[in-house]
């Protein structure tokens, strides 16, 4: 493999050792000696690299795959190329059902087994029905493209394709590849499949280097002083436990990004549940369908506009209550019939800035319904699922368990702040009386004993989720979640962002994803995962046994 790289002009710093076993870790890249800031660690040229782009020209591309060549230039001439994933798929296709193919140096390193979600089978996929990732899941959802774009192409070649490629299951695998290992560049072209970038373990805080395009090569570089005997982290950005599993197979304890997404359906319906509650013992009040329609009319409005989103609103450890979340709650539960129909000719986002302290100890209550409401949803409360992770379980399984605890955990903590918040709020009301220091939240005698179940809850879930799992492989790369049926069909790219307030008072904005490549580079960055938009410590990915 290094002297297939050497003999086609790529560089590796001689002071790697890029097959290193690290004990919990598995194989990842070792700095056998002290690398200074700045210094090269890999080129890798497009001589050695697949690209999704056909060449204008008949260059080293034709001559390795003539026949492959000759397909993708017809398509490209008659105005039917593939979609940049699908272009991928195919040449995987190709590429691995060859022994003479120029990539087998590469290809033969492969895992044979990848865990992202659509190598998942329903009942592994199960285990997330009500996680951030419930979108995602559909166990037939990956044969509609390949039925539908790849499969037509593979028999109208069979020249290029033979039958054996002719198969869900190695469809199903080629995604897993790019989606585990693939980069894009800065400008979104990709995906790119590179030698020895894909190398490098992911850590969200420790990463030492990063993937840069320069002219046709990607380099990494040290991006400061790495000891000998250190491992040499790369980073595919600023990712969810949710999106790293969905792309790439594996979680990160500790996640400084992770998110939760709370649906638009439990945020109204929640509201709609207090409003009846409300007005059932109200001897003046309205019909519970003319409550129900009117607060659809809202949601409608607030849709239609653009101010919250249709699905659901995300919420990160950052910012825990986004001004979208906050625009919903107000309009739905502060507005009296004449504010709305004033709101109503010129909607706005609300949020934190228009918000006083007698609106949030209104809007409190209904956002911790909000949250009981989604920690309901769970299979299981987090104390079983704290114990469940430690126990025998599959490497699948201790995943979707550490999404739902990190969830769960975000709602812990988002139901501590407004209790805090409450707390705050009514010894502020109550200052100068005899009972200023004792709040409504704390005046049962057994509230010390919940607060203590709360923190031991706290302990353990960071015991757990900071000790290192099982040995696991990471199937890894930068790219974008598996493609839909668009996806492999032609190309597109989008992007979403949410301004978002936490409760501490500081406004910020909640990200789903982010460039793995400095702004000044032009360069193979990490486009978001899921939809979300929306998991052990770095040492915790890992790499299967069977990746060479």
Known sequence: ??????????????????????????????????????????????SVYMSPTVPKVNDAFNSRSPQLYEMLRKRQANGTSPSPWASCILQLLHHLSRKDSFFQPYLSLLPDTYDTLACWNRAELSELSATSLAPLIDA?????????????MLKENPDVFPESTHDVDNFIKMTAIISSRGFHSKDGSGPY??????????????????????????VMKAKRQISAGEQIFNTYGDQSNAQLLS????????????????????????????????NATDTEGISADSIESQLKAKRELLQDKGIIPPDFFILTKECLVTDELLTAMQVGMLLNDRAYLMYARRPT?????VMDDDDMDALAPVLLDIVEACRQR?????????????????????????????EQLMLLTLTKQLHGLQQSIWKMKHSGSEEDTVSDFDSDDDGDDEEGEEAEVEERAEEIQMSPQEEKVDTKAASPPLPSTNDISSSSSSSASSKAVPLSGRSGSGSAGSSNIDSDSKAGKRL?????????????KKRRKGDK
């Open 378 to 406: 769970y299979p299981n409360d987090l104390v079983k699922d704290l114990d469940i992770q430690k126990r025998p379980v599959s490497y699948r399984q201790k995943c979707a368990v550490s999404i739902r605890i990190g």
């Open 1 to 46: 493999f290094v002297s297939w790289l050497r003999q086609n002009g790529a560089f590796v710093n001689p002071h790697l050792d890029i097959f290193h076993e690290f004990k919990d870790t598995g194989r990842g890249v070792l700095a056998t000696s002290a690398i200074s800031a700045g210094e090269l660690l890999i080129r890798i040229p497009s």
């Open 247 to 278: 792309s790439y197979g594996f979680v990160e304890a500790n996640n400084p990004h992770d998110s939760l997404l709370v649906p638009c359906d439990v945020v109204f319906d929640t509201m709609l549940k207090i409003q009846l509650k409300e």
């Open 140 to 152: 037939d959802a990956v044969a509609t493209p390949f039925v539908k774009n790849i499969l037509p």
């Open 528 to 540: 978001p995962g899921p939809a979300i938009i929306g998991l052990p410590p770095p040492a915790n």
């Open 349 to 353: 986002i609300l949020g934190d800035a």
């Open 193 to 218: 499949l590179v030698p020895v970038a894909d190398m490098f373990d992911h850590s969200s805080k420790h990463a030492s280097t990063i993937l840069e395009q320069h002219g046709d090569a990607f």
